[in-house]
């Protein structure tokens, strides 16, 4: 064959290997030959290697005259790399197709959420009295500033005194949840317990739903709670919105054990619902009987936070008759100070009924006999009830403490809510009572 121009000529040293007497001799030229093709791989591993780390952008497509034939024997190619014929590693697969062929990355938020709300893998745990809750510490550290501050302890024991166990739950769940909604069972608890561990968010949560939310028989039992955990004193005004509850909540054991500064800010309310203001002192007096020694010195407190202005002159000469009231009525009516609140009040309304509709004429005599006029109660009318009466009725019945006792037992063997069909005194003209007395009347006799 012809040789070309870059080849070894013949009579240059050559390698032979003589199989019979195991000797091999290798010429000098070929060893240096080896040498420089092992540096000169070497060296394409090193441009290899840059090409793979760097990912430079290759040309695209190479030109005619690059890729047209060499001259000369054998068309011996130039050495020409992948990146220079438009082949690079930076983008052996596309975006679409790699997602198309590999799911995606599960979110790390997600994951951790997951563990969290599905409460696995816990590595700590909360004890309260003999309860125990296993927990995620960095939950608890997310909201608590007492938690923040500790170390990362496996147990801590909390207090069941500030933290109760229900109180504790709801908190926690609270924490894991995105729109976390507060019970009103157990509220209290709650914002105990978060003011102990110090959870400012969750404190004015519930602070707003204290303030906004509860109203009537709830009040009344947060009013309850609150005594049990010992914190009526920071939450006593919950009793100024019982309103329509009022009266069942008079008929109750938890309105006998009032303290004395809760019943005045109760029964001087305006918002207490009652049909009359007989009503009210009624209720008082049932307050100062049930431990009548030791509550007779507050007759005057009391006496003095009811609006006798409010009730009718003859019924107020009519309550003072020892003959008529009862004797749970006598022992407060005959204080001194109880009879000048009396009499002050048949005054005010004496005067009304001089003046009648000389609103004006009316108005100049209070001024000047220094007396203010006694705000009107949230009036209320029970249907079913015998001594109730619509705001503009006519009639008008002497309400005597054992016809309101026999009410309240009435109502304690009522459904929960009965309080809830009350309906306010003005709803309606039509009075019940009165048209049932009219057509008791109307009978003819045997």
Request: contains cysteine; positive net charge.
């Given at each position: 064959m012809p040789q070309g121009g870059n080849t070894e000529p013949e009579d240059e040293s050559t390698c032979s290997i003589d199989c019979g007497s195991q000797k091999t001799s290798f010429s000098y030229s070929h060893a240096v030959k080896t040498a420089k093709e092992s540096k000169a791989a070497e060296s394409d591993e090193e441009e290899d290697m840059k090409l793979l780390h760097h990912n430079q952008t290759a040309i695209a497509r190479s030109s005619v005259s690059v890729l047209r034939n060499q001259t000369g024997v054998f068309n011996t190619l130039s050495e020409r790399s992948m990146s220079s014929l438009g082949y690079t590693t930076a983008y052996l697969l596309k975006k679409k197709e790699l997602r198309k062929s590999?799911?995606?990355?599960?979110?790390?938020?997600?994951?951790?959420?997951?563990?969290?709300?599905?409460?696995?893998?816990?590595?700590s745990e909360v004890t309260i009295g003999k309860c125990r809750y296993p927990v995620h510490l960095m939950v608890l550290q997310s909201f608590s500033r007492m938690f923040?501050?500790?170390?990362?302890?496996?147990?801590?024991?909390?207090?069941?005194?500030?933290?109760?166990?229900?109180?504790?739950?709801l908190i926690y769940d609270w924490m894991i949840q995105d729109k976390p909604i507060l019970p009103r069972h157990g509220l209290l608890e709650v914002l105990q317990a978060s003011t102990f561990l110090g959870i400012p968010q969750l404190v004015n949560q519930c602070m707003f739903c204290l303030q906004n939310g509860f109203e009537e028989d709830t009040a009344a039992m947060l009013y309850v709670e609150a005594k049990i955990l010992k914190l009526e004193h920071t939450h006593f005004e919950l009793l100024k919105r019982v309103a329509k509850f009022f009266l069942t909540f008079v008929a109750s054991k938890e309105f006998l054990r009032l303290p004395l500064d809760h019943l005045l800010m109760l029964i001087q309310s305006n918002h207490i619902g009652v049909n009359t203001e007989l009503e009210v002192f009624m209720a008082a007096t049932r307050w100062l009987n049930h431990h009548w020694p030791q509550r007779q010195e507050h007759i005057s407190e009391v006496a003095t936070s009811i609006r006798f202005g409010l009730i009718p002159p003859?019924?107020?000469?009519?309550?003072?008759?020892?003959?008529?009231?009862?004797?749970?009525?006598?022992?407060?009516?005959?204080?001194?100070?109880?009879?000048?609140?009396?009499?002050?009040?048949?005054?005010?309304?004496?005067?009304?009924?001089?003046?009648?509709?000389?609103?004006?004429?009316?108005?100049?005599?209070?001024?000047?006999?220094?007396?203010?006029?006694?705000?009107?109660?949230?009036?209320?009318?029970?249907?079913?009830?015998?001594?109730?009466?619509?705001?503009?009725?006519?009639?008008?019945?002497?309400?005597?403490?054992?016809?309101f006792v026999e009410y309240l037992n009435y109502l304690q063997t009522q459904h929960r809510d009965y309080w809830r069909s009350m309906e306010p005194a003005e709803a309606s003209n039509l009075c019940f009572n009165c048209q049932a007395k009219k057509s008791d009347r109307a009978k003819p006799t045997s």
């Open positions: 590999i799911n995606e990355k599960v979110n790390l938020y997600q994951a951790i959420y997951c563990l969290v709300k599905e409460r696995v893998l816990t590595n923040c501050d500790m170390s990362n302890d496996l147990s801590v024991d909390l207090p069941k005194e500030k933290v109760t166990p229900r109180s504790f739950s003859w019924l107020l000469i009519r309550l003072q008759k020892p003959d008529i009231s009862a004797v749970e009525v006598r022992r407060i009516v005959t204080v001194t100070e109880v009879r000048q609140t009396i009499h002050d009040g048949i005054a005010y309304t004496t005067s009304r009924l001089f003046y009648g509709a000389d609103r004006e004429a009316f108005i100049q005599h209070l001024h000047k006999s220094n007396v203010n006029p006694p705000v009107q109660r949230s009036w209320i009318y029970d249907r079913k009830c015998s001594h109730h009466h619509r705001l503009l009725c006519k009639n008008t019945l002497d309400l005597t403490y054992e016809t």
